[in-house]
């Protein structure tokens, strides 16, 4: 094979990961990446591999680890700051993943970006601001005013 068909061939094969992430198809995702990468090595597409490996095999340091190589070679992609926030989701920390997400929007944003910024969606304000919003007068206030539509 040609140079040239070899990249036809590895930005084919990304272009179906890209289509079974909008899918939500992991799985199918992770073994288009792969493939891809084995046949041209893109630095760029680190970051969906990252977000790939931990959300399939749980592999959450990884994923961080690729997701910020990426990040740091192209700081200015909106869409390695989603993937580095999508890791850092399912890895549990979701403050964190806002942040980055926050981040990228900074920096030029993306239409995904903004919608996982909308799924998250935004926190009401504590019943007694006064009180910390763990506090169980707060908590249990909050869930009586929403259940009766006050909130």
């Not at 630095?43 to 740091?72: D, F, M």
Request: proline share 4%; charged share 25%; hydrophobic share 40%.
């Amino acid at each position: 094979m040609d140079q040239d068909s070899v990249k036809t061939s590895a930005e084919s094969e990304f272009a179906m990961a890209q289509a079974a992430l909008a899918a939500e198809d992991a799985q199918a995702a992770l073994a288009f990446i792969e493939k891809a990468l084995r046949l041209q090595d893109t630095p760029e597409w680190y970051s969906y591999l990252g977000y790939c490996v931990a959300r399939q095999r749980g592999q959450h340091r990884k994923g961080l680890e690729l997701c910020q190589a990426s990040l740091a070679l192209e700081p200015d992609n909106p869409m390695h700051f989603l993937n580095l926030g999508r890791v850092h989701l399912i890895k549990g920390d979701k403050s964190e993943a806002l942040r980055i997400w926050r981040e990228g929007m900074a920096k030029g944003g993306c239409p995904e970006l903004l919608q996982q910024l909308e799924r998250l969606g935004v926190r009401s304000r504590s019943v007694i601001p006064a009180l910390h919003r763990n506090n169980p007068l707060n908590r249990y206030l909050g869930i009586l005013l929403s259940r009766l539509g006050l909130r």
